[in-house]
């Protein structure tokens, strides 16, 4: 078994049903915080995927993607956590 | 050699973001999901960026996810910490069997009375 088809058939696969779970998550979540986190967590299963698959295509130029997303991601979150405090603040 | 130490870290590296992902769709309270997902991620993460680091020989890409990793331990656990508090000043409720230890409450309120009459 080399190391491309272990990612295609073990590694891929087992981020596809994170993604799906954590998505499911966005969709059902009870209260905003729960989708502010269950999109977090898509951005980081995302983070991961992108670092696989530059493993598989030996393009390391892909990391750099990986850098920004997880940039966009807490700077998401801080903003989301900003705007639900300040809305909280005026009712 | 090089391969099979990379299939060994990848394989544990996605299956803790998959038990992250279990934990967000499974746990019963906002606060549980968040205590589950950010460590879990992080870790998993962190094993697939070392596994880029070891498979690539180059030391550029190396730096790059040494990079990587110390800025997602240094920045998931600020982010969550923010929506936790947001989360917790806005009222979200907490799971029906959430212990709350009252006497500890206690007694850390009587350790900073004293100190602020100790101040003076």
């Not at chain 2, 060994?8 to 499974?26: D, K, N, P, Q, Y």
Request: with cysteine; charged share 15%; proline share 3%.
């Amino acid at each position: 078994m080399t190391l491309t088809e272990h990612f295609n058939y073990v590694v891929f696969p087992i981020l596809t049903l994170a993604v799906c779970f954590a998505l499911i998550r966005l969709l059902r979540g009870p209260d905003i915080v729960d989708r502010v986190i269950a999109l977090d967590l898509v951005i980081t299963i995302g983070i991961a995927a992108i670092t696989a698959f530059s493993i598989i295509s030996f393009q390391a130029l892909f990391l750099d993607v990986a850098m920004i997303l997880a940039l966009i991601a807490f700077l998401g979150t801080i903003a989301f956590s900003y705007y639900i405090h300040k809305k909280n603040n005026n009712d | 050699m090089t391969d099979i130490l990379l299939m060994i870290l990848s394989t544990i590296g996605s299956l803790a973001i998959l038990i992250a992902s279990i934990g967000v769709l499974r746990m019963p309270d906002f606060y549980l999901r968040l205590s589950v997902t950010v460590k879990a991620s992080t870790l998993g993460v962190g094993l697939l960026l070392i596994c880029a680091a070891i498979a690539f020989p180059d030391v550029s890409v190396t730096t790059k996810a040494i990079a990587i990793i110390f800025f997602l331990v240094l920045t998931a656990p600020i982010a969550a910490h923010m929506i936790g508090r947001v989360a917790y000043r806005t009222g979200v409720l907490r799971w029906k069997d959430t212990y709350i230890d009252k006497e500890d409450n206690e007694l850390l309120n009587n350790d900073h009375q004293d100190s602020q009459n100790d101040k003076p």
